[in-house]
């Protein structure tokens, strides 16, 4: 087999794991006035942007599917979908096939915070210590991914509101280098998951079992940055998990089942892909050198497996009529179909700026941005990307959702999670033209 040549510094453990920085393309929808009859006279056919950049991709085979939904409002969506689950495959993708969205998991756990807190269960700036003792007495490197004994302690106590925005000073082994990267993968403190073949450059540290045992024992080690100074991607929203499970006296895969999943008619979104639903699964495929290889099929894939643990940050697998439904409920405000899954306040708190005032964001992925429960937040709209190529957002202003699922890595081997927010307002710029 090839897989050999992923041995290449871009398809590394970092680059592969790590959730593209989703650009706010979407943002520019706030400027189209006329979006709303635009959208709700729009079809499948007249998104000539979104059409032609799926079409584009997979007709050059780049990747082996795309689907995309783009919904107004309460409106069931309109979907454009190409390709197979698998490269010479012939199960046509569609609304229902299923794709690993990483990082778009990190939205959803922000999101279950935000009920708890909604319920006063949980307090936004309530430190996490008093659910979590461990964490009461925390301590930072000096310097910046270097040593881990060289220490200062924390001057602040680690809250519910950082652990959702990044800003917590926690590490990422996707992110960090040197000792602390080491030490993480020592300690098992890996909350993603892309293969169970032996993929150089990937590594097969082995992740701890159980949310209680990844909580405490990350708590050992120390923080990258003080509490509250930094945006910086992290673990937060896996630690967000465990502080849930805590606060409801739930396991956090229950609770997102029961309190989110269920309510919001969401039957295809799993830490674990059933065996009844693996034909509608896609396969993941590693980009090397600008060619597509198997990296995770379907059929074999680590997401058949119960993971080591629920990982709030990137372990959910997802269909884009799911994914569409739980923006739908956001755009909502909380409802589908009449129904309440959240209430008005904690959805309209969770889309907004979150971020502690004494947290900087100059030089990071989100510079002159916000960025709410789990998701990245810019004049009217929220949303978040995945590592393997996934893209999703909901714009208030313009009352408008967008999803686009495909299955690559790393993400930043294409440009998608720029190019399809912008596709979407091209597109809607067009059809109020062609209606004024």
């Known amino acids: 087999m090839a897989y050999r040549e992923f041995d290449t510094p871009q398809m590394s453990r970092r680059a592969l794991l790590r959730g593209g920085a989703w650009l706010t393309a979407g943002a520019a929808l706030a400027g189209h006035p006329m979006g709303r009859m635009a959208f709700a006279q729009g079809t499948p056919a007249g998104w000539t942007n979104v059409r032609t950049m799926v079409d584009k991709y997979v007709s050059e085979r780049k990747v082996a599917n795309m689907v995309a939904t783009l919904g107004w409002g309460q409106r069931d969506p309109l979907t454009i979908a190409e390709g197979t689950l698998a490269l010479g495959g012939t199960s046509q993708a569609n609304a229902d096939s299923l794709y690993r969205i990483y990082s778009m998991t990190k939205p ?27 964490y009461s007495k925390m301590m930072v490197q000096k310097t910046y991914d270097g040593s881990v004994t060289d220490l200062v302690p924390a001057e602040r106590p680690i809250t519910v509101r950082m652990l959702m925005t990044h800003t917590a000073g926690l590490g990422y082994g996707i992110v960090q280098k040197g000792p602390i990267q080491k030490l993480y ?32 024992r990350l708590a ?21 998990g465990r502080v849930i499970e805590v606060a409801s006296g739930q396991k956090f895969d229950a609770f997102l089942k029961q309190r989110i999943f269920e309510p919001a008619g969401m ?32 059929k074999a894939s680590i997401y058949l497996d119960v993971p080591p643990f629920p990982m709030g940050g990137a372990g959910l697998v997802s ?19 009449g129904k309440r899954v959240m209430g008005e306040l904690a959805v309209r708190v969770g889309t907004s700026n979150l971020l502690p005032e ?30 393997a190529g996934t893209v ?18 790393p993400s930043e081997a294409y440009p998608i999670h720029e190019a399809f927010p912008k596709a979407v307002v091209a597109d809607l710029a067009a059809m109020q033209g062609a209606k004024s």
């Open 185 to 216: 993968e020592e300690q098992g403190l890996i909350p993603g998951q892309v293969s169970r073949l032996p993929i150089p450059g990937l590594g097969r540290a082995v992740a701890v079992q159980g949310l209680d045992v990844f909580a405490e």
């Open 108 to 134: 959803m756990t922000g999101m279950a915070a935000m009920i708890l807190i909604d319920e006063g269960t949980l307090g936004l700036d309530q430190p996490i210590a008093e659910l979590i003792p461990a």
């Open 358 to 387: 004494t947290a900087t964001t100059q030089g990071t992925w989100v510079e002159g941005q916000g960025f709410g429960a789990g998701g990245r937040v810019s004049d009217g709209s929220y949303g978040w990307g995945g590592a």
């Open 220 to 240: 050992k080690a120390p923080l990258v940055l003080q509490p509250g100074t930094k945006w910086s991607y992290s673990v937060g929203l896996d630690l967000l």
């Open 267 to 298: 039957t295809s979104t799993f830490f674990t892909v059933p065996q009844n639903a693996v034909d509608r699964f896609t396969t993941n495929y590693g980009i090397a050198n600008g060619v597509p290889l198997p990296i995770d099929p379907a």
């Open 392 to 409: 999703a957002f909901v714009n208030y202003k313009a009352g408008l959702r967008a999803n686009l699922m495909t299955q690559y890595m």
């Open 319 to 337: 269909s884009p009529r799911d994914y569409d439904r739980f923006l739908r409920m956001l755009l909502g405000y909380g409802k589908i179909d």
